[in-house]
């Protein structure tokens, strides 16, 4: 199976920064690559275990001006080394997205 059959929402290109929380940790700064309606891609400078949860907070743009915030559980999917961006490229799975964050992430993908 490909990583395009994997996947199961059509993502958007989403570049900003990001903040991971882990438990006992101070937050981790990480740049958002691209989001979907189930999970966020981001570029990390750690490299975090598969099914690890934690927390991303994060800004979705709204189309108007300004943005809304988002802060999630999420999981771990995948985490990939990538020299073009000499860093890691990892896959988080949403996990209870509020209905604010779900509302916000659906308007930026409509266009909207």
Known sequence: ?????RRQHERKPLRG????VFPSQPPLEVRTWDISAGGI?????VNPPPNLRCV???LV??????STPVEVKVQVAHSVLSSSHGAFMVGLQFDGLPVAGEQAIARFL???
Do not use: D, H
């Open 56 to 58: 991303i907070r994060f």
């Open 17 to 20: 920064l990001a903040q991971l």
């Open 1 to 5: 199976m490909t990583g395009a059959e």
């Open 110 to 112: 409509k266009g909207q």
């Open 61 to 66: 743009p709204l189309l108007a001006g300004g």
């Open 41 to 45: 891609a981001i570029i990390a400078s």
